[in-house]
């Protein structure tokens, strides 16, 4: 017992160089950044909100738990079911990629949610492959998501030389190949901005070919004219089409065809596939949704 003792009081003793005195102020020190660490680790940590990291997953089961790699320092981070891609499967041992939406303090721990649908995870995934995107020479003006099945990214140049749709595209298609493996076969159109409204929304319903438009500033609504041939490739599958273009261009957007006006028909413009609505909720998750628009070849091949 006695030798136990002297063995603590030879730990405790202070160091030769510093006073008692200085010593317990030091020590006092250490136990206030030891207390406080969690805090500091998140405030240091807090610039990975807006980030993109790879993990491990471990699935269970409403959420998937995932060992976050060097950039978090190896902790544990939570992919939520309602972060989650309808019809993505995480397995055991599998490199998943995830958007680090937010970090909270749980008592003395940080715990760090995932997100694989939302729509910033899109955005972070082309500044990964596009240097230019990075670097601020390219802005994404808008960006409008429907996780799993399409997403629609307005992109401007600041650079005159830079065209911005070919920088995302990549020689031969490279760069957003990488982005839609990761996406797993989400589809992506990547469009022109125009500060006009009538070019943007020409733009944002592409790949469908726009005959005129007809803009309602008052009530923030567009009539749309396109040709017959046109009006599955404008509305899209269930009306993706023109509701993701609606969002894009926070304008109401109904279409007609050229036939539909010459012969009158007003009630059309009304009928709930036939309009896309800036101000509804997107279904991030896919509910009600039965896949992508079969018929839509995205924007970002290159061609205008």
Not at 44 to 66: F, H, K, L, N, W
Not at 143 to 158: C, D, I, N, W
Not at 227 to 242: E, F, K, T
Request: hydrophobic share 35%; aromatic share 4%; net charge negative.
């Amino acid at each position: 017992m006695w030798k136990a003792a002297r063995t603590a009081l030879k730990v405790m003793k202070p160091p030769p160089r510093l006073s008692v005195s200085e010593w317990a102020d030091r020590e006092r020190r250490l136990d206030s950044q030891s207390s406080s660490e969690p805090g500091r680790w998140y405030t240091s940590r807090a610039e990975y909100q807006r980030g993109i990291m790879d993990a491990c997953s471990d699935p269970a089961t409403p959420e998937v738990v995932v060992m976050a790699g060097a950039q978090l320092g190896k902790t544990e981070a939570i992919l939520p079911k309602t972060e989650q891609v309808r019809g993505e499967d995480y397995r055991v041992g599998d490199r998943i990629r995830a958007y680090v939406l937010d970090l909270k303090k749980a008592g003395q721990k940080v715990k760090i949610i995932l997100s694989r649908s939302h729509p910033d995870f899109v955005r972070k995934l082309f500044e990964l492959e596009v240097p230019e995107m990075a670097d601020g020479l390219i802005e994404v003006k808008a960006l409008v998501r429907e996780a799993g099945y399409k997403t629609k990214m307005a992109v401007l140049s600041k650079d005159a030389k830079v065209d911005a749709i070919g920088a995302c595209v990549g020689v031969r298609g490279t760069r957003i190949k990488n982005v839609l493996d990761e996406l797993k076969g989400e589809k992506v159109d990547v469009i022109r901005w125009s500060d006009n409204t009538e070019e943007l929304i020409a733009n944002s319903l592409k790949p469908a070919q726009v005959n005129y438009i007809t803009l309602d500033s008052e009530n923030m609504r567009a009539k749309v004219v396109v040709d017959d041939d046109q009006l599955s490739l404008a509305i899209g599958r269930r009306g993706q089409n023109v509701r993701l273009a609606a969002k894009l261009g926070k304008w109401d957007i109904s279409i007609l065809t050229e036939s539909e006006m010459q012969e009158g028909a007003p009630e059309l413009e009304e009928s709930p596939d036939r309009i896309g609505r800036f101000d509804d909720d997107l279904e991030l998750g896919g509910a009600g949704l039965t896949g992508a628009d079969d018929f839509e070849e995205p924007e970002a091949t290159g061609k205008e």
